[in-house]
């Protein structure tokens, strides 16, 4: 037999047949390149359909650990976030991280932060599907609804969460508020994101961001959206309520990010007792522009005339008055009751069922947008994020 050939014999087959080896040897070569250039293609094709979501994390509760050596909790690097969190490795996404130079306390959150985070979203919103915002509970209300004004023409979700025990906690709410909120920002219906708006997830449901106030310190179940109903909720599977949804913008709509916030603005929340010298002494505050007034029940207020002379002054001075209610759920109706026809005579704005938290930020936000004194009233009941109701 020469060097170039080998020998086989079957059952049925006494005759020798010769296969050349460098023939067998070339095909081998051919078909493991073919193998390798299909298997390299698709492994390309799934990097490239693999969804990027940024991780932003600000501060908080859910990004600390325990030092069992002090007792102390303290801010972990977010790069390191696979050791905390190994389940996020079976999640079908790319996860990238930005975290602030120094994690702030929710309790120092401020217009400035909000910028900050608008041009993070904004600087890397070509590169990403999605992004997961993470930051302090107690005033991620205030946060989420005001991002979700300073976001025009949204396409792409902006979920906010966070926790009530830190991550490296044995019973943290964290793990799971993070990972399904990747999860809901991944999430895709016939090659487009499911969500197009700014939500905030917690214990299980994804509420409207500018819907949503916290409502227990203690519990995991923090926020509620008592004027709109959830827009998912997780359980077994991820159930979407598609009808909720903000629609998004059409395809030629590109991002606009509103930075000017106007925060001269105070919120006036009416007890009985409360004085004509603390009422008089707040609307003259120097440079003051806007009043969230926190009326009763449906919108209602005292009818002392000193009251209504005091609001009636301020507005004719340009201060934009916007009445809300105290109340956790329900609608201001002006007019409805006799208390309040007065305010409505004055041109009060009607906040109709907007949260105090999303009245906050959309009056920062129309007055940092300098819309006309005559104009205001009208925009301000108009819904711009599907922060209120007609």
Known sequence: MSRDSFSIKTKTQKTNRKFPVNKIFIFTIIYNSIINDKFTQLLQISKMTKPKILLIYTGGTIGMVKDYNTGA???????????????????????????????????????????????????????????????????????SSAISFMLENLTKPIIFTGSQLPIGHLRTDAKENLITSIEI??????????????????????YRANRTTKINAEQFEAFASLNYPPLAESGVHLQFNYDLLLKPPTKDA????????????????????????????????????????????????????????????????????VNVTQCVSGSVILGHYETSIE?????????KDITTEAAVAKLMYLLGEEVLSKDFKKVFEKPLRGELDL
């Open 73 to 143: 909790l303290k801010a972990f690097n977010f790069e390191q976030l696979l050791d905390k969190v190994p389940e996020l490795i079976q999640l079908n996404c790319t996860i990238n991280t930005y975290s602030f130079k120094e994690p702030i306390d929710s309790s120092n959150m401020n217009t400035e932060y909000y910028v900050t985070i608008a041009e993070v979203i904004e600087n890397k919103y070509s590169k990403f599907d999605g992004f997961v915002v993470l930051t302090g509970s107690d005033t991620m209300a205030y946060t």
């Open 185 to 206: 920002a991944c999430a895709t219906k016939d090659d487009k994101p499911v969500i197009s708006e700014v939500c905030l997830y917690f214990e299980y449901k994804l």
């Open 254 to 321: 590109h991002l606009i990010v509103r930075k000017s916030l106007n925060n001269n603005i105070v919120v006036l929340k009416l007890f009985p007792g409360l004085t004509k010298e603390v009422v008089k002494s707040i609307l003259k505050i120097k440079n003051l522009r806007g009043v969230v007034l926190e009326s009763y029940g449906s919108g209602n207020a005292p009818t002392y005339p000193w009251f209504i002379k005091l609001l009636e002054k301020a507005i004719k001075n340009g201060i934009q008055i």
């Open 343 to 351: 305010l409505k005579r004055i041109q009060v704005i009607d906040g």
